[in-house]
């Protein structure tokens, strides 16, 4: 499929500033859904919250945040606003831990826990009767979008899609650490340290020290001390390795789209999977010149003009 150079998203001026445009999405939109919860009991003993925005449709997408985001951050209500309007239930993953309730095991979840998707994937099946089935990601969430359905031909997904997805996990850590995203590194890490200071409570015999969490300074030395040590990798280059999407890309089986911003901070180069994207029949990847991370914003009134909602709205109805 073709790589989708010239995309509709025209924002005004302000909104060509890409750090611009990723803060005021997360400082502006709306962040109190509507939702009916349902606990998923998982096969390991942890559990998963879903949160549902149904309008009685046959139709469902999945919606999975980014990194310690929620089924209140505000691209995931906006989203389901714009599906139920538009006649598809929506269900938004709050990933192990970021339901506002500590996960019950030492593990977390992470940009490759595609096993915690099946599940939930495999629930809604069961226990509801939707005709249709489709996921939308945002950044991790997006990643693990992608490495699902590249890894699973027996996904049961309909249509997939990602938005500004570090598809390279090792060089979107080093373009985390420069010093224009200082901002995010220091929100993110303050968020993660608080919730690996509770599994030091919770797990008080394991490795972790209140001197390894207070000394960690950027993404790599969290994910060096806990992401791949709790979830099974060496390291942080082997979590890297083993759970970027890019490489799971031609294997998809299902009709998808990504789009990643040609200035999203947080991407390199190595994020644009151009050369996968020509080659391959089901995969499309669009590249708006702006929409920072996960911003897309069009106007200073947020509920006006959501480009990507309705270019995700637009893909699930038509394919392209």
Known sequence: MPHLEKSTYAPSLLFKN????????????????????????LTDGDFIDLDFSSVSSKKVTILIHGLEGSSNSTYIVSLSKVLNENGYDAVAMNLRG???EPNRLFCSYHSGRTQDLHEIVQY??????????????????????????????????????????????????????????????????????????????QFPDSFLTEEAILAVKNFRNFDDLYTGPANGFENADDYYLKNSCKQFIQSIDVNSLLINALDDPF????????????????????TPKYGGHVGFVSHLNISKLLWCEHRILSFLKNGI
């Open 18 to 41: 890409a750090h611009f445009n990723t803060i005021y999405r997360v400082g502006f939109g709306n962040s109190n859904g509507n939702y009916s919860r349902e606990r998923v009991e």
């Open 98 to 100: 970021c339901s506002g």
């Open 124 to 201: 809604i099946r069961l226990n509801h009767a939707y005709d249709e089935i489709n996921i939308v990601g945002f950044s991790l969430g997006g990643n693990l979008t992608l490495k699902y359905v590249g890894e699973d031909a027996r996904t049961y997904i309909n249509t997939a899609i990602a938005v500004s997805v570090p598809c390279d996990l090792t060089s979107s850590s080093v373009a985390l650490n420069k010093f224009s995203n200082k901002i995010y590194l220091l929100r993110f890490l303050k968020t993660l340290k608080e919730k690996t200071f509770q599994k030091l409570d």
């Open 267 to 286: 991407l390199t180069p190595d994020c644009f999977p151009i050369e996968e994207a020509k080659n391959h029949s089901k995969f499309h990847l669009e």
